[in-house]
């Protein structure tokens, strides 16, 4: 099949006016000008998208699908313990059954907004299995040992078998310990040496919050207390900064480069000893930003500009509807780009497509459009005039013709 549109965006070179892309089964098999690639593939079938720009598909690197039915329910909240409180008091009224349908509708609202490929935790990786992700997906089950210890192996064994059992999108698996303050030392290691020995992603929170600064650094705050409450040890408090921690447990400070690339979502509260090892670490982990839910709960200013200097890569999420209007990532691209005006538009889509493809460890196969590559792609309307990234950034409504694997 040829695909043709006004503008093919492929990410690796400039726009291709009058382009085409041609689909073999799930598969790109070639792109170029709509005249060589038609004289070169002729019989094929012809599909014509117009007035559109032809674009991969997008990558959420980072949301909790669970959560979908909490939209609007939690205002934000004065201290980050009290929004812990306020959403464990909203899930205790969730059954099961209310899970799949959240799920479920999360799926439909993130591909409505054009999103090909997500990264999801879930807090119930059980209930995997029951799901039919209608994008390419990689589940990362998150784990939480902070009110069981003892069980921490259990759990991981118990995740993987449930993520082993989901349904194939074409995505994969992961883990996903979820903070240092829920999670212990042991499980992230567990987590840590299975990611190294298997072909599982590893993901985490870190650094999110004023809060845990002032949990691990000062051993003080509500963030502190509250775990304090529900009897966590809180040894490992009063110490170092969250990052300082996490180097520790799961590379040894110091330590030579991780074999395995974590996922690490948010990293805003950074001290300048933290930032002092970031420059100077081989260990050049991915970041995920959610500016919306950022914005949401007002947490320090995100440290883009120092850590993409540093050779971090940079990706964006929608996290949760607990803490977010809704799963649009070019949302997600309009109001990083409002806090980050100097950066192209070119440069914000590169975080929702080529940016999150590596991350999730498929840079030669997702998130642009190349021979091989997925076919996995969208279309939105174009003018012949704009600067085609930039009316991508503008768009806002839902997207009409998407293509997952080769299939429309
Ligand atoms: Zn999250």
Not at 98 to 115: H, N, Q, V
Not at 164 to 193: M, Q, V
Not at 320 to 349: G, H, I, T, W, Y
Not at 372 to 379: E, G, Q, R, V
Request: net charge negative.
């Amino acid at each position: 099949m040829i695909l043709r549109a006004r503008t093919v965006v492929t990410m690796d070179d400039p726009p291709i006016e009058n382009g085409a892309v041609v689909i073999s089964g799930n598969r790109v098999l070639d792109v170029g000008e709509f005249p060589e690639i038609s004289a070169r593939h002729s019989g094929q079938e012809l599909v014509d998208l117009g007035e559109q720009a032809l674009l991969p598909g997008l990558i959420n690197a980072h949301c909790h699908l669970d959560y979908t039915c909490l939209r609007g329910k939690i205002p934000p909240k004065k201290s980050f313990a009290d929004w812990i409180r306020a959403i464990n008091a909203e899930k205790a009224k969730l059954s099961e059954q209310d899970y799949l349908a959240s799920i479920a509708d999360g799926f439909a609202e993130a591909k409505r907004f054009g999103t090909t490929t997500i990264a999801n935790l879930t807090a119930f990786p059980e209930l995997i299995p029951q799901v039919h992700p209608p994008i390419r997906t990689w589940w990362f089950a998150e784990l939480i040992d902070v009110r069981d210890p003892n069980r921490t192996s259990d759990l991981v064994a118990l995740a993987i078998d449930a993520m082993k059992r989901a349904r194939d999108s074409g995505g994969g698996i992961g883990l996903a310990p979820h903070a240092l303050f829920t999670a212990s030392a042991n499980l992230y290691r567990r987590c840590e040496a299975i990611a190294q020995c298997e072909n599982i992603l590893v993901t985490t929170h870190l650094a999110e919050a004023r809060e845990e600064m002032s949990m691990f650094h000062d051993a003080s705050g509500p963030l502190y207390e509250f775990l304090k409450s529900i009897g966590r040890d809180m040894s490992d408090c009063g110490h170092e900064t969250p990052f300082a921690r996490f180097t520790k447990i799961v590379g040894g400070s110091g330590g030579p480069a991780l074999p395995t690339e974590w996922i690490v979502a948010h990293v805003n509260e950074l001290a300048e000893s933290d930032f002092e090892q970031l420059e100077g670490s081989a260990r050049k982990f991915h970041v995920v930003h959610s500016p919306r839910s950022h914005d949401y709960f007002a947490h320090s200013r995100f440290p883009f500009e120092r850590l993409r200097s540093f050779g971090f890569n940079i990706c964006l999420g929608t996290d949760s509807l607990a803490s977010n209007k809704d799963l649009s990532l070019f949302a997600e691209m309009r109001a990083f780009q409002r806090r980050e005006p100097a950066l192209s538009p070119k440069a914000v889509l590169e975080m929702v497509t080529v940016n999150a493809a590596r991350a999730l460890g498929k840079p030669q196969v997702l998130g642009r459009i190349r021979t091989n590559c997925f076919a996995d792609l969208i279309a939105i309307p174009c003018s012949e005039t704009a600067d085609v990234f930039e009316e991508i950034l503008a768009f806002e409504q839902p997207v009409d013709w998407m293509m997952v694997a080769g299939k429309t």
